[in-house]
């Protein structure tokens, strides 16, 4: 239930399902998603916490997921369903949370990419709804990219730190392989014919797929690196590599601007 003032309601309504008890909150005095880093969490309490191996009960929770968010974001629910007309929509209140509330479905099919037996599908949906909220603070329009190009990006970022921290292994989809490989043998037979790196939009018209597919097949696996590893045989680590570079540059914004530089031609 999108609660209005300076919260959202921490309280299961009384049609939710005990085994459901879903929810998400913001931090009270800030807005209702206000705080770019912990502006929206999916909460456990009661919730139900998936085991190994065990897929009727990640499916249990998708749908104490998705009904959670029917019955309290119902611009989620209109846009989820196929029948979300902006024209019709309120003026927005804040401009945050018209963002967020119509793609939290989205999150879920990302999510879904990067099953593991190592972690609970509901801690991947916790990072996949920091990541929309992340995007929805950080995005300027003036780019003149979608949100929801822009949001992918960083919705797949925070499910990956989230994924190398953790040591897990990614289970993708096979769906999400099968256009991996497509990706990868278009990729190596363009860059035999053309004598160079070919461009998105070379490997989108090969494989059929659209350039946003193209970028989300090619990000390459997590590889979980020691900060304490020699890069060198100066004996220099990684660690101190990577915070000589942060102190330099943001890192974050670095990473959209590359994942974005072909996605923005597309766009504009």
Same mark, same amino acid.
């Given at each position: 239930?999108?609660?209005?003032?300076?919260?959202?309601?921490?309280?299961?309504?009384?049609?939710?399902?005990?085994?459901?008890?879903?929810?998400?909150?913001?931090?009270?005095?800030?807005?209702?998603?206000?705080?770019?880093?912990?502006?929206?969490?999916?909460?456990?309490?009661?919730?139900?916490?998936?085991?190994?191996?065990?897929? !009727?009960?990640?499916?249990?929770?998708? !749908?104490?997921? %998705?009904?959670?968010?029917?019955?309290?974001?119902?611009?989620?629910?209109?846009?989820?369903?196929?029948?979300?007309?902006?024209?019709?929509?309120?003026?927005?209140?804040?401009?945050?949370?018209?963002?967020?509330?119509?793609?939290?479905?989205?999150?879920?099919?990302?999510?879904?990419?990067?099953?593991?037996? !190592?972690?609970?599908?509901?801690?991947? %949906?916790?990072?996949?709804?920091?990541?929309?909220?992340?995007?929805?603070?950080?995005?300027?329009?003036?780019?003149?990219?979608?949100?929801?190009?822009?949001?992918?990006?960083?919705?797949?970022?925070?499910?990956?730190?989230?994924?190398?921290?953790?040591?897990?292994?990614?289970?993708?989809?096979?769906?999400?392989?099968?256009?991996?490989?497509?990706?990868?043998?278009?990729?190596?037979?363009?860059?035999?014919?053309?004598?160079?790196?070919?461009?998105?939009?070379?490997?989108?018209?090969?494989?059929?797929?659209?350039?946003?597919?193209?970028?989300?097949?090619?990000?390459?696996?997590?590889?979980?690196?020691?900060?304490?590893?020699?890069?060198? !045989?100066?004996?220099?680590?990684?660690?101190?590599?990577?915070?000589?570079?942060?102190?330099?540059?943001?890192?974050?914004?670095?990473?959209?601007?590359?994942?974005?530089?072909?996605?923005?031609?597309?766009?504009?």
């Amino acid at each position: 239930m999108a609660g209005s003032g300076d919260r959202l309601d921490e309280t299961p309504g009384p049609d939710s399902r005990a085994s459901c008890a879903l929810g998400f909150f913001a931090p009270r005095g800030s807005g209702a998603w206000g705080g770019a880093s912990q502006s929206v969490v999916f909460r456990g309490g009661e919730m139900l916490r998936s085991r190994r191996g065990e897929p !009727d009960t990640q499916r249990r929770i998708i !749908d104490c997921y %998705l009904r959670d968010v029917r019955r309290r974001y119902p611009a989620a629910a209109e846009r989820g369903g196929g029948k979300h007309r902006p024209e019709a929509r309120k003026p927005a209140e804040d401009p945050i949370r018209d963002l967020v509330e119509p793609h939290l479905f989205y999150v879920v099919k990302v999510a879904g990419e990067y099953r593991s037996r !190592d972690i609970a599908f509901e801690d991947l %949906l916790a990072e996949g709804n920091l990541g929309l909220v992340e995007a929805a603070h950080r995005f300027d329009p003036r780019r003149q990219v979608k949100f929801l190009t822009y949001a992918s990006w960083w919705i797949r970022k925070r499910i990956l730190e989230f994924l190398a921290r953790e040591g897990a292994s990614v289970r993708l989809t096979r769906y999400a392989r099968e256009q991996r490989k497509q990706v990868e043998r278009a990729r190596d037979k363009l860059r035999g014919a053309l004598g160079r790196e070919p461009e998105p939009g070379e490997i989108a018209a090969a494989t059929g797929l659209s350039e946003q597919a193209v970028a989300r097949r090619s990000l390459r696996e997590v590889r979980v690196v020691s900060l304490e590893h020699s890069t060198d !045989d100066s004996g220099t680590r990684l660690g101190e590599l990577l915070a000589e570079r942060d102190q330099r540059r943001d890192p974050e914004q670095r990473l959209v601007d590359a994942r974005l530089r072909e996605l923005v031609r597309e766009e504009v």
